[in-house]
């Protein structure tokens, strides 16, 4: 087992940073620091996208007790036989590496999205030069604009006059199914306003109280009996 984990410690990248610790461990780096302790070789860790957490976070505790209270020549008997802290260690920052990898796949996929919409605008603009360009050269309805990933335009279809007279009976069978009417016919059945003005003064026949006079026309002037301002 610990042929296996020192090769582990060798390879892998080192841990990311605990906000939580900072004390020096035993093999001489600084717990939750940017810098690995306990491997030879090891280089700088990326920021972490998020803080650690779940069992990130545990691999990462862990790693800072075996660093910082285990003495790095001590061994530690485990189900699995002997345990030494150079072994230990490296093989939790193997575990730990790869998400520090993660870390700088996520930020390096920021990075190139933002980038992305950054130029969006001015690629759009390009497209639009580039699609009026190759339709200008080619024609609206030329096939070779496929090529380019353009729709040609269809030429409009020349209907024969029996075909625009079979349209127009389908159209005209259409509106009287659904009652459709122009503007003329339309205009007979609105309420004009004679019809409105008449209306009004039979409902205050009808409920005027006793006593009261009540026009029997509606008058021909719309200004006459108006509310004027009071006297002064």
Do not use: C
Not at 21 to 42: E, I, Q
Not at 160 to 188: H, V, W
Not at 191 to 196: E, K, L, M
């Amino acid at each position: 087992m610990a042929v296996d984990t020192q090769q582990v410690a060798q390879n892998s990248s080192t841990v990311a940073p605990n906000p939580a610790t900072g004390s020096t461990g035993a093999s001489g780096g600084t717990a939750g620091s940017n810098t690995t302790g306990g491997a030879a070789g090891a280089t700088p860790t990326s920021t972490p996208v998020v803080a650690p957490k779940g069992f990130r976070q545990e691999l990462q505790q862990m790693l800072q007790g075996w660093q910082t209270a285990i003495p790095s020549d001590s061994t530690m008997q485990s189900s699995d036989g002997p345990l030494t802290q150079e072994a230990v260690v490296g093989q939790l920052q193997g575990f730990l590496g790869v998400y520090t990898t993660l870390d700088t796949q996520v930020t390096a996929l920021k990075q190139t999205r933002a980038q992305a919409e950054l130029q969006l605008a001015e690629a759009h603009r390009l497209f639009d030069v580039l699609k009026s360009s190759v339709t200008n050269a080619f024609g609206a309805g030329s096939p070779q604009l496929a090529q380019f990933g353009l729709l040609p335009k269809k030429p409009r279809k020349v209907l024969t006059s029996s075909e625009r007279a079979i349209s127009a009976a389908k159209a005209k069978a259409t509106r009287q199914l659904r009652g459709t009417t122009g503007k003329k016919a339309k205009a007979s059945v609105k309420a004009g306003t004679t019809r409105f003005v008449v209306s009004v003064q039979e409902a205050a026949q009808g409920s005027a109280p006793a006593g009261t006079a009540v026009a029997s026309t509606a008058p021909a002037d719309p200004t006459v009996g108006a509310v004027g301002p009071p006297a002064k």
